[in-house]
């Protein structure tokens, strides 16, 4: 069966503080494909990145940064320099191969940057 | 580009009472899926319909069902509702089936079971 645990419930920080939100995953196949989204107030869920199980190379897009470990069943994401924009709850999903649509997300870490 | 729309945004229903929403994706996205979001179990994969037909399933009881029409554009209806339905529905599109990459979410339609 696949899963994706989110440990993190909430997060508080202060603006410009770095935070890391942690995604522990399970999964038996051995292709598969992780991701992380952002759901805003407004409650739609933003695509910030998709990695495959056979690239491990660590990502980085601007003050975000993403460490995928497959030795250790993770993929962190680390928000650095906050700003209170960052303010939302963060998904971390998994999809199988051939699965199309279907994501299994974690619970969502809820971050909230204070000025 | 117009992103995903789905309607009603919110709504109340009764107990007992069925409900339909609807899901317009981006155009020239083929693929629509839908997703139930609930404060105790979180998101979850309800289905897929790629070129009107059901390509994947959730664990969902029959009360849920879906379909797409041959414009994309995809339904999903509820019947019987129970209170444990409230919850939000969002619906995600990306260009085809099978392709692993971002799905492109609307702002979901939140149903209230009372």
């Known amino acids: 069966a696949q899963k994706v645990t989110q440990a993190q419930t909430e997060i508080s920080v202060v603006e410009k503080e770095d935070v890391t939100l942690d995604c522990v995953y399970e999964?038996?196949?051995?292709?598969?494909?992780l991701f992380w989204y952002k759901q805003p107030p407004s409650g739609e869920l933003v695509f910030l990145i998709r990695?495959?199980?056979?690239?491990?190379q660590n990502e980085i897009s601007g003050r975000y940064s993403w460490n995928f470990q497959k030795s250790t069943s993770s993929f962190n994401f680390t928000i650095t320099a906050s700003q209170v924009v960052d303010s939302a709850v963060y998904f971390c999903a998994l999809s199988g191969d051939n699965q199309g649509g279907k994501l299994i997300f974690g619970q969502g870490t809820e971050l909230s940057v204070k000025p | 580009k117009a992103g995903v729309t789905q309607t009603p945004r919110y709504l109340i229903k009764t107990r007992g009472q069925q409900v339909t929403l609807s899901c317009s994706p981006i155009s020239g996205h083929r693929s629509v899926s839908w997703y139930q979001q609930t404060p105790g179990q979180g998101l979850q994969f309800l289905f897929e319909y790629f070129s009107e037909t059901q390509r994947n399933k959730g664990n969902f009881p029959g009360r849920f069902s879906g379909r797409q029409f041959s414009n994309s554009r995809s339904e999903m209806n509820v019947s019987t509702l129970e209170l444990g339905d409230s919850a939000l529905y969002l619906c995600?599109?990306?260009?085809?089936?099978?392709?692993?990459?971002?799905?492109?979410f609307g702002e979901g339609s939140r149903l209230t079971v009372l």
């Open positions: 990695r495959n199980s056979f690239d491990e």
């Open positions: 999964t038996r196949d051995t292709t598969y494909y």
């Open positions: 995600a599109s990306s260009p085809a089936t099978g392709v692993r990459g971002e799905l492109f």
